[in-house]
């Protein structure tokens, strides 16, 4: 998850998703990235259940999955209680 995140324009289109959904196009007018690779992006993000694709007539709008982006952050906040529950506790050499 981190991962797909640390793409600037990954990053963005969730930015823009978390909005509320939208299509390619709006994607790709709001970034300024041409289209195969906006779909590319999507279809990473798709495979690892950050968005869903729901049809709309001739259109497929994105939607962000909110729960996906909620366990990234309990992951990070609970590695973050480890990290101060032992911030003292060095591994001998």
């Known amino acids: 998850m981190l991962r ?3 793409d600037p324009l990954r990053a ?9 959904p939208a299509c390619t196009c709006h994607l790709v007018e ?15 993000l798709r495979e690892a259940g950050m968005v869903v694709a729901e049809p709309r007539g001739r259109f497929t709008y994105y ?11 309990g ?4 590695l973050a209680r480890q990290a ?3 911030s003292d506790a060095r591994r001998e050499c």
């Open 4 to 6: 797909l995140l640390a």
């Open 12 to 20: 963005q289109i969730v930015s823009l998703l978390a909005d509320g």
């Open 30 to 44: 709001d970034t300024g990235a041409k289209q195969p690779n906006i779909s590319n992006h999507l279809r990473l």
């Open 63 to 73: 939607r962000l999955v909110p729960e996906a982006l909620d366990a990234a952050a």
């Open 75 to 78: 992951y990070l906040t609970d």
């Open 84 to 86: 101060r529950a032992r």
